[in-house]
């Protein structure tokens, strides 16, 4: 890990994980604790990293679990951050966040009727087979941002006003991608989509032969993303808000590139309304298509992706399930106060059994990306609706359309 040359690094985690991982992995020191004890603060060898991810993976069935942070004071922020994130629901702390309502027909269901699966899966067959092991510090993990890079750039050619960069980061060489559309009417605030383009295998992170495909941890969030910036380009969809898509570095280390992300909008006293993450939708593990996770996720925010499921996808069923501390990268903007959510492809323990190992291939998923699809038109959903403010702005040319069963594309 880039930030710890001296081959440590500071983790938060929950206690009944760093009571596993000690089992197998002494730490450099001991630990510091929030005030409910439930979540420490440890300083630890790099290697404990690869410890912890394997035992997430074979005791606990899930990813994530921990935060990795580059000094001693950002641990000791996180810890705060959970106290007051728990003493304080983000309603009584934040004001101006905004009320989003289900009533951009026009908008949010010719981009979730436009959703090719087809286009899915392709994107998730590239991102895995062409780079097999996209961990944070291995060549091919920066050669995968590149190319996610280059498609979001080719999608945005006809599109001036978006921007796509990668984005540097203190803690890992890789870099994280972003896509702007900026909003007409309100730029200043944002709505933001995320899944992680990392991936990794239990046990042999720096070896160069590793292979970690990763198509559904998270190539499948990378294809929902590029899907969504695909039909947001193409069809001339003009958000008022402005719309950012984001393909974060280094998840499975720790969510560097999410939390650096996270850190540096809250410092520039940014306004995010909303963020949705994107992180294994491939895998159809549980009788319920979408899994909506309501810990450290907002709950204004997954009443409105309820609303979005009930609208536009009226015969999918749903549920809720609990994912733990940082399971993924919606933690970091939730622990900042930013309204954050996360759909997920099963219930926790049903999800796709292959990942973090060579098998976790498309052709685990049946070679089908029929189940990305569901969450691919919930996002697309998510980011019409999150991004239009007026009732009734439908379309590029300004005329409404009535009734779905009379919309159709825009032609220019
Ligand atoms: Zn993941």
Partial sequence: MAAAPAGEVWLTLDADLLARALREAPLLQPLEAGETGEILLVRAPVSFVDTLAAVVHRELGRCGGFVAHASLEAGRVQLERLEQTRAAPREERSEGVAAFTVDQPGWAALLADGVSESELLATMTTVSTSFVNRYHAHPSGSAAATWIFDRWSALAAGRPEAVVELLEHADTPQPSVRLTIPGTRFPEQIVLLGGHQDSTVSGCFFDPGCVAPGADDDASGIATLTEVARLALASGFQPQRTVQLV??????????????????????????????????????GSAED????????????????????ETYQPGLTWTTDECGYACSDHAPWHLRGYPAAFAFEARFGQHNPEIHSADDTVATLDDSAAHAAKFTRLAAAFLAEAALVDPGVLFADGFERGTASAWSPPTD
């Fill in 247 to 284: 393909a974060y570095a280094a998840e499975e280390v720790g969510l560097i590139g999410s939390s650096e992300l996270a850190e540096a909008y809250l410092d520039a006293g940014a306004e995010v309304v909303g963020v949705l993450q994107v992180d294994m939708t491939g895998y159809p």
């Fill in 290 to 309: 979408i899994v909506l996770i309501s810990d450290y996720t907002d709950s204004a925010l997954n009443d409105f992706l309820v609303g979005l499921l």
